[in-house]
């Protein structure tokens, strides 16, 4: 098991605790990603996997619009919170564990919209690795399709290289939540830990670790070109509403 599928295999069971309210952002981020969608003149009948569905952040809002939605993940214990949360709320997903760099692997067709947020790509440690990535995703749109992604701002990112993430401070019913980031560089990788601290009737303290490149926006641009895209527009967060820069790329 490799260092990000056991990061997100242990957290899957509090991974909503980075959130102030989970379900509140669900349906924030499906209005943005719907918003996206229609910009590039697709409608609520788009087919779309979401292949890094983690516990189910943008496939459950999405589905709960009426698209239909396909979820991958490399996580077993992601897959099965994600699952989980869609039974509660009714709605029908397939759900299926797959590496995003082998795509073709899981699924034969392909979809109007492939997407993968939440800084999903740059868990890529090396440049042949997310070339690999983002040749398997663009693999699996359709003519005319596109693929929606973010990633954190990285650009902006590397001129600072950070020590830590500011600290999320939340009120909870016992009292309330930390939870904040380290980040370990190593030229343009870096290892991140992330703690959760819940401070109520008594402290729990939670660790775990991983490991990401930073991917600047012209490198994964240029990727998505070399694989058969033919263009690349991206949204800064002060345009879309989202908390990390996305970008859109059209087959």
């Given at each position: 098991?490799?260092?990000?599928?056991?990061?997100?295999?242990?957290?899957?069971?509090?991974?909503?605790?980075?959130?102030?309210?989970?379900?509140?952002?669900?349906?924030?981020?499906?209005?943005?990603?719907?918003?996206?969608?229609?910009e590039?003149?697709?409608?609520?009948?788009?087919?779309?996997?979401?292949?890094?569905?983690?516990?189910?952040?943008?496939?459950?809002?999405?589905?709960?619009?009426?698209?239909?939605?396909?979820?991958?993940?490399?996580?077993?214990?992601?897959?099965?919170?994600?699952k989980?949360?869609?039974?509660?709320?009714?709605?029908?997903?397939?759900?299926?564990?797959?590496?995003?760099r082998?795509?073709?692997?899981?699924?034969?067709?392909?979809?109007?919209?492939?997407?993968?947020?939440?800084?999903?790509?740059?868990?890529?440690?090396?440049?042949?690795?997310?070339?690999?990535?983002?040749?398997?995703?663009a693999?699996?749109?359709?003519?005319?399709?596109?693929?929606?992604?973010?990633i954190?701002?990285?650009?902006?990112?590397?001129?600072?290289?950070?020590?830590?993430?500011?600290?999320?401070?939340?009120?909870?019913?016992?009292g309330?939540?930390v939870?904040?980031?380290k980040?370990?560089?190593?030229?343009?990788?870096?290892?991140?830990?992330?703690?959760?601290?819940?401070?109520?009737?008594?402290?729990?303290?939670?660790r775990?670790?991983?490991?990401?490149?930073?991917?600047r926006?012209?490198?994964?641009?240029?990727?998505?070109?070399?694989?058969?895209?033919?263009?690349?527009?991206?949204?800064?967060?002060?345009?879309?509403?989202?908390y990390?820069?996305?970008?859109?790329?059209?087959?």
């Open positions: 098991m490799d260092i990000t599928q056991k990061f997100y295999d242990n957290m899957a069971g509090k991974y909503d605790r980075l959130f102030l309210d989970w379900d509140s952002s669900v349906r924030d981020q499906a209005v943005i990603l719907d918003r996206i969608f229609a590039n003149g697709f409608d609520r009948s788009a087919h779309i996997l979401d292949c890094a569905c983690g516990i189910g952040t943008q496939t459950v809002g999405l589905a709960a619009l009426g698209y239909s939605v396909t979820s991958s993940d490399i996580s077993e214990n992601e897959l099965a919170e994600a989980k949360r869609a039974q509660e709320r009714g709605l029908d997903i397939r759900f299926e564990k797959a590496d995003f082998a795509l073709s692997d899981a699924f034969s067709g392909q979809f109007d919209i492939v997407i993968a947020m939440d800084n999903a790509l740059p868990h890529m440690l090396t440049r042949k690795d997310l070339e690999t990535a983002v040749n398997s995703i693999g699996r749109i359709k003519d005319n399709g596109i693929a929606v992604i973010s954190r701002d990285y650009d902006c990112i590397l001129k600072e290289k950070p020590p830590y993430s500011p600290p999320y401070i939340h009120k909870t019913a016992k309330q939540r939870s904040f980031q980040w370990e560089w190593n030229d343009e990788n870096y290892r991140l830990v992330q703690y959760i601290i819940e401070d109520g009737e008594s402290l729990e303290t939670s775990f670790e991983c490991e990401y490149r930073a991917v926006r012209q490198e994964l641009t240029d990727l998505f070109l070399a694989a058969g895209c033919t263009r690349a527009d991206w949204k800064m967060p002060d345009e879309s509403g989202y990390q820069p996305i970008l859109a790329v059209r087959k």
